[in-house]
């Protein structure tokens, strides 16, 4: 019998969803290699603009617009996503459905097959990161979510551990990690680069440690004062300071007459994404708070030398001194000296993409995340005939 699953999601790479970022990324690398391994997959993507059923090959996705109601409609909207997605269920004889920990959306739903809650990261999960407040009724939902959830699953071992603590959940959390099409992911020349350019790539925000580049750019200009870096991804307001723009604050961070060498591009279509990649020598990643960390697996399957932070996850998806450099971003001296040591040696930066490439390939690649992932759906049902 063919198992079909359904996905609640806010995001998906699809044209007619209005925006995807990590939750979307990480869909969009496992749901095609679920469908060429005969699994069907029922979409359904909520805060849309309109009401829209798409079907596509191998899937089938439902926009879903966020309802008004006079009174109470953070409550309201969850019944009907669950009264929406109950009789797709049957239409459809979906076995299980997989929801997102964040924002807590199937608090208060009951849905009638097993409910698996992915952590892509809560709200709960990157306050504590961040180390600030967090609105009550965000966790009161978080926590509601959890434990109507059936099963659980983190991308990594550290997500896992910090969630199931900070979300009071019981149960054990499988570890699967988030899968890339690396056969999508080639760099068929990784000695050209452009010499000196650093990349980033993420949101502009505080939480990536985008705030700490300044003053590591500073450090590295004193050795090499021609460095450049080009920043991609959306701009974005400030929490502690209630500036409406990161990208602002990191400008006035940086001496006027240094500005010139750094330059941000906005968002751009995740096409060309590699493009901007493949000229990059080092790609820096100075996160505070990640499940994972997708865009340093894509650098890495790239062949670039990735100089990351040092929390807890990044164990997980690199090798320091092999597969790429770890450091505290707010040690601004020694993170910039992992970046002027590659800067310094063409070498080093070879090795150190080759490795990086062959790590992500052994680890992540999607087709053996694929499977992984129906081995852990599988179990769970065969849990429940058992019972």
Request: hydrophobic share 40%; aromatic share 12%.
């Amino acid at each position: 019998m063919t198992t079909t699953v359904g996905f609640i999601t806010p995001e998906y790479p699809h044209g007619s969803v209005r925006q995807t970022a990590g939750i979307g990324t990480s869909l969009g690398n496992l749901v095609p290699e679920l469908v060429k391994k005969g699994i069907r997959v029922i979409l359904f993507v909520y805060g849309q603009d309109a009401d829209e059923e798409i079907a596509e090959d191998g899937y089938i996705l439902y926009r879903i617009k966020n309802r008004n109601y006079r009174f109470a409609g953070w409550y309201f909207n969850r019944k009907f996503l669950q009264d929406f997605i109950s009789q797709k269920i049957r239409i459809h004889t979906i076995n299980i459905i997989e929801a997102p920990d964040w924002t807590g959306i199937t608090a208060f739903c009951s849905f009638p097959v097993p409910l698996v809650m992915r952590f892509h990261g809560s709200d709960t999960y990157f306050c504590h990161l961040e180390k600030r407040p967090q609105k009550w009724k965000n966790r009161w939902f978080e926590k509601v979510a959890a434990k109507n959830a059936d099963a659980f699953v983190a991308p990594t071992k550290f997500a896992a551990e910090l969630s199931a603590s900070l979300l009071e959940i019981k149960k054990p959390v499988e570890v699967i990690y988030n899968g890339l099409s690396t056969d999508k992911f080639k760099n068929q020349t990784p000695l050209d680069f452009d010499s000196g350019l650093l990349l980033y790539t993420g949101t502009l925000i505080r939480k990536k440690g985008v705030l700490e580049l300044p003053a590591i750019l500073k450090e590295v200009w004193k050795k090499y004062p021609n460095a450049r870096l080009v920043l991609i991804g959306g701009d974005a307001p400030d929490i502690k300071t209630g500036h409406q723009s990161t990208w602002q604050l990191i400008q006035e961070s940086i001496d006027a007459e240094k500005r010139h060498l750094v330059e941000w591009l906005g968002k751009i279509p995740y096409q060309q994404m590699q493009q901007h990649i493949l000229k990059a020598q080092v790609c820096l990643y100075p996160t505070f708070a990640e499940t994972m960390g997708m865009v340093t697996i894509e650098a890495m399957a790239m062949q670039k030398p990735v100089v990351s932070s040092n929390f807890g996850w990044v164990s997980e998806i690199m090798e320091d001194g092999k597969s790429g450099f770890m450091e505290d971003p707010t040690n601004h001296g020694d993170f910039a000296q992992k970046i002027a040591m590659l800067l310094s040696d063409n070498e080093l930066c070879y090795q150190i993409g080759k490795n990086a490439r062959e790590f992500v390939s052994a680890k992540f690649d999607s087709k053996m995340i694929a499977e992984k992932n129906i081995a852990f759906y599988q179990q769970i049902l065969k849990n429940l005939t058992q019972t």
